[in-house]
């Protein structure tokens, strides 16, 4: 069975204290991970889709990496603005479906 | 563009009554998707449709629950009766196939 698992559940930094939150998954036939941004009482906003182990996209303090096992989704130098829930998903096989991860609920403190 | 609509936004209803969740999609977007999140199981598919078409439905939690798509720009989710362990926010999402656009949900509450 499909599985995604991320950590961990809720992660507390300090205004410009970097640190990454870790999405590993079961799949077979892995076509892409997907990391999703969601604010309280709003839907998730895509973020970033990776297709294949060893490849990296950045956008502004945030950058996502995918090996044959997990994801990682790094914060350099984290905003208050940061806060949010983090959400992993993957694409595998034949499916159009997104298997979604719990989410790891990051909040930065000034 | 005004993104994927919901409506309504919240829901509040009494055990045993008819809920009809709505969902107006991105135009030209030939999916659309139902999950529904809960702090316990996160989001779930529920069902999803391509071309109007259901796909894939085996997240369905049971016969009470049903989602239609007649057409392009809008589908229904509906669950009769509904049931207190219902309660949760149930998101739309459209796509062309990577990277889904949700909706802002709609918050059920089964009292």
């Known amino acids: ?110 | 563009d005004a993104g994927v609509i919901q409506s309504p936004r919240h829901e509040v209803t009494e055990m045993g009554q008819e809920v009809t969740l709505r969902c107006k999609p991105i135009s030209g977007h030939d999916y659309l998707f139902w999950y529904r999140q809960t702090m316990m199981r996160g989001l779930e598919l529920l069902i999803y449709f391509n071309n109007n078409v259901p796909i894939d439905d085996s997240g369905m939690p049971e016969d009470r629950f049903s989602a239609k798509m007649p057409n392009a720009s809008f589908s229904t989710l509906k669950i009769q009766p509904s049931e207190p362990r219902d309660s949760a926010v149930y998101f739309c999402a459209s796509s062309e196939r990577w990277g889904y656009t949700f909706g802002s949900g709609t918050r059920l509450t089964v009292v």
Not at chain 1, 4 to 16: C, F, I
Not at chain 1, 23 to 38: D, E, H, I, P
């Open chain 1, 1 to 110: 069975e499909d599985q995604v698992t991320q950590s961990p559940e809720a992660l507390r930094l300090q205004e410009g204290e970097s640190s990454s939150l870790n999405c590993s998954y079961t799949v077979s036939g892995l076509r892409g991970l997907f990391w999703y941004r969601q604010d309280p009482g709003k839907g998730p906003e895509f973020l970033f889709t990776l297709y294949s182990a060893g490849e990296e996209k950045e956008k502004e303090r945030l950058k996502a990496t995918l090996t044959k096992k997990e994801s990682f989704l790094h914060i350099t130098a984290p905003k208050p603005e940061d806060s949010a829930t983090y959400l992993c998903a993957v694409q595998a096989g034949s499916t159009d479906k997104l298997i979604f991860g719990t989410g790891t609920r990051l909040q930065v403190f000034p």
